[in-house]
């Protein structure tokens, strides 16, 4: 039998115990929100900040049971790992990328990019070989695995570096003005032993964690009902839905978190990340990282986290709350709005969602919240393919990633890089790249005279 950690038991007592909020039982309202509404990206869990703490906040509205759980994952979000025998935090290594889940999630958020020549920072670097592995997903490279490990504990040696350089190119709107676009090209170096010639690879930033909770609380039947695989409607969006490999269920699911859908939970992309990342083992992913590889320590402690620490961290992303908007009501905001909406963008970002109504938890409970995503895989084109498929996510498809919280990402990480693997520069960059399914909304906003692309951006930040 299944084995179900105390602290979950804890949780849904706590829960049942509780005096419902009446939004808890109650039919989703499928009619559109008023104005006033889209102040609160988060529904009832959004927070009013604009600084460097802006994604860092625990839902507002959460039973009082549960705040010192989230607590005790916020501590755990950012404890740093040693390497084994230690007093406090063992388990990091053999060989891993980072120390601790802040140190990629700064603040809660994006992570950083690895600037030309340098190695990676909070960026990773996922690997494969063509064709997939029992259960559908991206095939390992035999003495690595699926993620290169750049660093290493003491007397252990690294998998490998990746350096990269990048290629400016200039291209222009139609109104004669010009933009650049940094094309990236990456190296992998210092590899412990040879890699095959025909190995695939994927840069990674770290995403942000805030409004996770919400976008796992929206129903499997919502995001399905949005998807047009072989655009039915013929208005060129596509997307659909990954299927991925669920380990506590040990089944097909669909996914939903990643920059190619490929985790099922926030459980999963937690306990990957902590296998992946830090080489540190869970009961969900007990197997270092390292194992069948000179690496390997034959410590046999594994698991290395404790559940009550693996499922408190768990919590803690999924109770971070998502900020306000902010200058909604500015008539430049306004006019970026409808551009946004008529250049097609809205298609894959979808501004509203509704998550599904839980009785078991109130906090996430039919809540409409404005994510712009659609939790769907779309072609983006072939200037951003990666080339490397992740279960049924091709070489060109990207989930469509959540914009809630973007016009912050300045202040909350001092950073302006996005896409997958931080290449665009601004906000315009990243519209700019847009390719596939993208390109006639793209196309629209190149024709866009320079008073509308503010217009567009100003929009942006607004979110």
Partial sequence: MTRIPLLYKTFTVLAIGLVLAPFA??????????PAEEWLSGGQQTVYDEGSNAFSHMFPVLAENFERVHEVGDAQFSATFVSPPAALNPGRGPIFNNVSCSS????????????????????????????????????PVPGYGDQLQNRANYNTVKEADVFVQYEEKTFSFADGATYKLRF???????????????????????????????????????????????????????????????????????????WKANQPSLL???????????????????????????QDDHRGDDPEL????????????????????????????????????????????????????????????????????????????????????????????????????????????????????????SLIEAVMWHGGEAASAKEKVRTMTAAERAALVRFLESL
């Fill in 184 to 258: 990236p090209t990456y190296r992998i170096a210092n590899a412990y032993t040879a890699l095959p010639a025909d190995v695939l690879l994927s840069a990674r930033v770290a995403t942000p964690v805030f409004g996770l909770g919400l976008l796992a609380a929206i129903s499997e039947a919502d995001v399905l009902a949005r998807a047009d695989e072989n655009d039915a409607d013929g208005d060129g969006i596509s997307g659909r839905p990954n299927q991925v490999w669920d380990i506590k269920k040990q089944a097909t699911v669909m996914g939903r978190f990643g």
């Fill in 25 to 34: 039982c109650t039919r989703p309202d499928d009619s559109y929100h008023s």
């Fill in 306 to 425: 404790s559940d009550s620490l693996f499922y408190a961290n768990e919590f803690y992303v999924r109770t971070l709350a998502v900020p306000a908007r902010r200058n909604l009501t500015d008539p430049q905001v306004q006019a970026g709005k409808q551009l946004f909406n008529s250049s097609g963008c809205s298609k894959c970002h979808i501004p509203d969602q509704r998550t599904a109504p839980d009785m078991a938890f109130p906090a996430i409970s039919n809540q409409l919240i404005h994510p712009y995503t659609d939790l769907l895989l779309h072609n983006m084109g072939p200037d951003l393919a990666d080339g490397r498929p992740d279960f049924r996510a091709d070489g060109t498809e990207w989930r469509t990633a959540p914009l809630w919280g973007i016009g912050l990402t300045q202040k909350v990480n001092g950073h302006s890089n996005f896409l997958h693997d931080g290449r665009a520069r």
């Fill in 104 to 139: 990629c999630h700064i603040s809660d958020g994006r992570g950083k990019i690895p600037g030309a020549g340098d190695s990676s920072i909070s960026t990773l670097f996922r690997i494969s070989l063509a064709g997939t592995n029992e259960f559908g997903g991206p095939r």
């Fill in 268 to 294: 999963q992309q937690i306990a990957m990340a902590y296998n992946q990342d830090m080489g540190v083992t869970t009961s969900l992913l007990p197997v270092e990282n390292c194992t069948g590889q000179p």
